[in-house]
């Protein structure tokens, strides 16, 4: 019987690890609270051609579903000098800061 509750106890625990692992991760949300400032405002900001756009405008999930499609593809100009450990950093801002975490935020 102990056997069991220990296997559901790491088995539970392995569960939610990788739940968290299809989450951004990696990223330096300090890093990329800068970035989204500096690169993304001017395009997602109120009447911004991008449409406006900060951490609390989706939840974890949607950020995770947006940066997995790839917005930016129909538009690579608008993120041609933005490197992937910068994208990898404003990805992890923005969903550490989503509407439905601990710490939600706008970048203002």
Known sequence: MTT???FLVLLLTTVLAASFALAAEGGNPKKGK????????ECHSSGGVGGE???LSKTQAQWDRFFETDKHSKNPDAIKNISPADMKDIQQFLFDHAAD???PQTCG
């Open 4 to 6: 069991i509750r220990i």
């Open 34 to 41: 800068a970035l989204f400032k500096k690169s993304c405002k």
């Open 53 to 55: 756009m900060s951490p």
């Open 101 to 103: 975490s601990d710490q």
